[in-house]
T-cell receptor, first 114, second 112 residues
Framework: AQSVTQPDIHITVSEGASLELRCNYSYGATPYLFWYVQSPGQGLQLLLKYFSGDTLVQGIKGFEAEFKRSQSSFNLRKPSVHWSDAAEYFCAVGLTGGGNKLTFGTGTQLKVEL | NAGVTQTPKFQVLKTGQSMTLQCAQDMNHEYMSWYRQDPGMGLRLIHYSVGAGITDQGEVPNGYNVSRSTTEDFPLRLLSAAPSQTSVYFC???????????FGPGTRLLVL
């Protein structure tokens, strides 16, 4: 069965520090991948997406992610975290021809210490 | 464009009651989906549609019905509400099979 794992439930970083959120997937075919962010009481906002091509993807708010097929990973990074980045982050995976069905990870809650 | 809209924002039901969660999009997207979000479980797909008149089940379809009579609207029906259906429900739309999903603001449902 297809699955997406976000191994870190909570992460706390200091403002200005670097950030890496992990995402691993288990799929039989090459997937397309997303990172979404959710602020409290809000819907989900797209940060970035990988479909094909360059495996290093740039997104909004200074985020980037790297698709590593050999490790089945799509980790999210940011070189310097801002207090406004505190939110919950979700990795999601879909399959081409799959009807745009996404499988989401369980999320990582990011806390930023000032 | 309003994007994806959902009504109501919040609803309280008694066990056994029925209701319909409304979802509409004005982006002419063919693909639409319903998810539920529960603490520690991420988002789970309830039902999805790849176009008007076409719907299919997702991961957790039991207790829910959908229909897609128009491109714009994708209502989710709870037939007989149960406390286990207490959750936050999100509707999303996408322009194609591999397109980004755009999410509505969510409906918070409490079943007593």
């Amino acid at each position: 069965a297809q699955s997406v794992t976000q191994p870190d439930i909570h992460i706390t970083v200091s403002e200005g520090a670097s950030l890496e959120l992990r995402c691993n997937y288990s799929y039989g075919a090459t997937p397309y991948l997303f990172w979404y962010v959710q602020s409290p009481g809000q819907g989900l906002q797209l940060l970035l997406k990988y479909f094909s091509g360059d495996t290093l993807v740039q997104g909004i708010k200074g985020f980037e992610a790297e698709f590593k097929r050999s490790q089945s990973s799509f980790n999210l990074r940011k070189p310097s975290v801002h207090w406004s980045d505190a939110a919950e982050y979700f990795c999601a995976v879909g399959l081409t021809g799959g009807g745009n069905k996404l499988t989401f990870g369980t999320g990582t809650q990011l806390k930023v210490e000032l | 464009n309003a994007g994806v809209t959902q009504t109501p924002k919040f609803q309280v039901l008694k066990t056994g009651q029925s209701m319909t969660l409304q979802c509409a999009q004005d982006m002419n997207h063919e693909y639409m989906s319903w998810y539920r979000q529960d603490p520690g479980m991420g988002l789970r797909l309830i039902h999805y549609s790849v176009g008007a008149g076409i719907t299919d089940q997702g991961e957790v379809p039991n207790g829910y019905n959908v229909s897609r009579s128009t491109t714009e609207d994708f209502p989710l029906r709870l037939l007989s509400a149960a406390p286990s259906q207490t959750s936050v429900y999100f509707c999303a739309s996408s322009p194609n099979d591999v397109g980004t999903q755009y999410f509505g603001p969510g409906t918070r449902l409490l079943v007593l």
